[in-house]
């Protein structure tokens, strides 16, 4: 029903930015909740950035005022420009999207992106 697609990740050094890209197609809307969540090794995937149906963006206090998450006019694109980036930052990103069904919100995600921050 919903397809996500990353891009973007890619080896930085700390201190440099990456923008990363989801694509996503299907029954998308422009009123559907999309995010980023990340998954580093030995850790749970954790929420980064999430655009709400409604409400105020949610930042991560981790990545607060170094992240920015953003939706293409259409909706069917989001996008999360990172900067100032952290060797901690190193995980895979995953997009999320949410879709309203009968029994409540369904989640919806992409394969991952890998970003690694190394010196």
């Known amino acids: 029903q919903v397809q996500l697609v990353e891009s973007g990740g890619g080896l930085v050094l700390p201190g440099e930015s990456l923008r990363l890209s989801c694509a996503a197609s299907?029954?998308?809307?422009?009123?559907?909740?999309m995010g980023w969540y990340r998954q580093a090794p030995g850790k749970e995937r954790e929420l980064v950035a999430r655009?709400?149906?409604?409400?105020?963006?949610i930042y991560a206090d981790s990545v607060r005022d170094r992240f920015t998450i953003s939706r293409g006019n259409t909706g069917n694109t989001v996008y999360l420009q990172m900067t100032s980036l952290k060797p901690e930052d190193t995980a895979v990103y995953y997009c999320n999207a949410k879709q309203l069904t009968g029994s409540g919100f369904r989640d919806y995600w992409g394969q991952g992106t890998q970003v690694t921050v190394s010196s």
């Open positions: 655009i709400p149906s409604v409400g105020s963006i």
């Open positions: 299907g029954n998308i809307r422009r009123f559907d909740p």
